[in-house]
């Protein structure tokens, strides 16, 4: 974490070869409406006023969260709304400089954020944004690291001995290592500073021993990826063997049926169907029965990871956020894993049926039905 002085010199030593921009994580608030009584928790978060700029989200209405909000001298309580909330709660409507209250303080509606944009936190997400200046007035008091002495009383984005903020940038590839050397640079000097400070020679060393991370912002800031990607990649490499036991086993009985119709496509090929019609029809049927199954998958996966991911955020299910259901995307890999385990698991016994001799099977069967009358 960072503290805002600590934001605004790393700012300065970026110059002009990027942008940066620094965010709290997200926070429960209480939130009332124009025109109702009754008060509702919402998700939000206090961001710096570079924070869509420099995630290159453009508002659909009004306007960002702008750099002058964020000044302590000149605060204002502004916010921006979730798309969501917007059409859920307040119908879709002309909102635009109408008051809320925001944990009891009056606050303006500015903008409306783009429809499924839910902030940096994949695994959080959030519906409301405010100024990082709005943090005494809505007593924030989350997700703090705190250095020697602080005043409590006083505003965060004034004290240095407060970490509080997340920092994220957009850096141009080419200037990078140039950025990411600047930054150290001045992210060792700022962490001097504060360490200088402290008389207590544990904290300053824990603190001396920080290093800035410089790491690619593609996927979002996510608590869980950290704690459960090992043991998501388990379970995918489980469920990836039992599908493949799955596809032996209905390669099997493929098999065995085919076998079992050996008459039928006997008499097929000698009234003059062609081994091509026989082995589509074998790839047909096998693709029925791996798109029922897929199916039956992609239904099972709809249930299984809204049950899963509101176990994991301890939230209700219609308040995920949208990166923890499936999309298009699973939907294009679920189909294409269905005819691929459709294409591997029947073009064996498609194969088989049309390379079966008619002749030879038409004798056998004969043979075994006069043999008793022989007899």
Known sequence: RFSYPRFERLQAALGNSGSLAAMT?????????????????????????EYFATLEVPVTRGRAISTADVRPSSAATVAVIGDRLWRDRLGGSNVLGETILISGVPTTIVG????????????????????LA???????????SSYGEVNGDQPWMTQDRIAWLNIIGRIPRGELSQARASLEVENRAGLG?????????????????????????????????????????ALTVMVAVVLLIACANVANLLLARSTARAKEIAIRVAVGASRRRLLQQGLVESTVLAALGGIAGWLAGMWSSGLLA?????????????????????????????????????????????????????VRTSFTRTSPSVL
């Open 112 to 131: 409306i954020a783009p429809p499924g944009f839910i902030g940096a936190w994949s695994d959080a997400r959030a519906d409301l944004w405010l100024p």
């Open 193 to 233: 500073d504060v360490a200088a400070a402290i008389d207590d020679p544990r904290a300053r060393s824990e603190i001396l021993s920080n290093a800035l991370v410089v790491q690619s912002f593609t996927q979002g800031f996510s608590r869980l990826r950290a704690q459960l990607s090992q043991a998501f990649i």
């Open 25 to 49: 994580r997200t926070t429960t608030l209480v939130v009332r409406y124009p025109r109702e009584t009754q008060s509702e928790s919402i998700r939000a978060q206090l961001v710096s006023g």
């Open 310 to 362: 509101s176990a994991f955020l301890s939230t209700s299910r219609d308040r995920l956020p949208e990166v923890y259901t499936p999309d298009t995307r699973v939907f294009i890999f679920t189909a294409g894993v269905s005819f691929a385990t459709a294409l591997v698991c029947g073009l064996l016994p498609a194969v088989r049926a049309a390379r079966a001799d008619e002749r030879g099977t038409l």
């Open 134 to 144: 709005m943090q005494q007035a809505l007593e924030y008091r989350n997700n703090v």
